[in-house]
């Protein structure tokens, strides 16, 4: 692989405490990679985080090639083929990498990696530093509070990266515009609605706007409105006498069945139950 002596590369099989932690890391380590590193990987389910310390690091993915300069780091799809070696002309790679995965990383990926194609982030090196490390001796350790250290140490690399992603001055004017769509919802979620209306003053496809409201959203805008109905739902039902029926028509279902399938599906109680512990908690 061309590296000098002295990388680290530590491994572990992440038992059922790591395994259900929204961040967990099977395999990381510390590279110093020569002229001639390179590597290509193909049908990982997982993802890689990766950090350059020095050096210059090129990663190849899904067509797009992107550098790796110091102080940068960025999250690449494994289920995605993708290859990254020393850039071309550099002498060397420093770099900090992790395969990691969990629920977290799958929700903070649709920010980090759009579309499965490499888009690096500036990080602080000493937190970026820190954290890694933190990282490794977690993954060293394989205690259950190293586990729980490690899974931390993850979600505040990975917070940290899409904090700086989305205080972009460039993503300011698509973040106006998902809020102003959310704010529509927010204002007719009790009335039909369409993808074509939230588009009206958007002026983009259909397709990036979904992207978008993703990224920022984590979620579908359909999504978004079903758990806002449900939220409006929750609250009428908590403070008010009104009949199910009554509650499903005024939250912008078209009847009580469709209604009381989707708030126990989403909730884990019929709304009856709901109201009825609502009402012991008051």
Request: glycine share 6%; proline share 5%.
């Amino acid at each position: 692989m061309d590296v000098e002596p002295g990388s680290r590369w530590l491994r572990t099989t992440p038992g059922a405490a790591a395994l259900a932690q929204p961040y967990f890391c099977t395999e990381a380590g510390l590279f110093f990679g020569r002229s001639r590193f390179a590597t290509a990987r193909t049908d990982k389910e997982c993802y890689l985080l990766l950090y350059t310390l020095d050096g210059a690091g090129l990663v190849e993915q899904n067509e797009a090639q992107v550098t790796l300069e110091p102080g940068q780091a960025l999250l690449v799809d494994c289920r995605v083929p993708q290859s990254f070696g020393t850039a071309s002309g550099r002498e060397n790679w420093q770099f900090y990498w992790a395969q990691i995965d969990g629920a977290g990383v799958r929700a903070l990926a649709a920010v980090l990696c759009p579309d499965k194609r490499p888009a690096p982030v500036s990080l602080p090196t000493e937190e970026a530093r820190s954290l890694f490390e933190e990282l490794l001796e977690g993954i060293g350790t394989e205690s259950a509070q190293s586990t729980v250290s490690a899974s931390l140490a993850l979600h505040r690399l990975l917070a940290a990266m899409a904090q700086e992603v989305l205080g972009e001055e460039s993503a300011s004017a698509n973040r106006r515009m998902i809020d102003e769509a959310v704010a529509h919802i927010r204002t007719h979620y009790a009335e039909p609605l369409c993808l074509d209306e939230l588009l009206t003053s958007a002026h983009i496809s259909k397709s990036y706007f979904l992207r978008l409201f993703r990224q920022y959203m984590g979620t579908t805008p359909y999504n978004f409105l079903l758990c806002y109905r449900i939220t409006k739902a929750k609250e009428l039902l908590a403070m008010t006498d009104l009949p199910v029926s009554a509650v499903a028509h005024q939250v912008g279902f078209g009847d009580e069945s469709n209604f009381s399938t989707r708030f126990t599906s989403m909730v884990g109680q019929s709304p009856l139950r709901y109201r009825k512990s609502a009402l012991r908690a008051r």
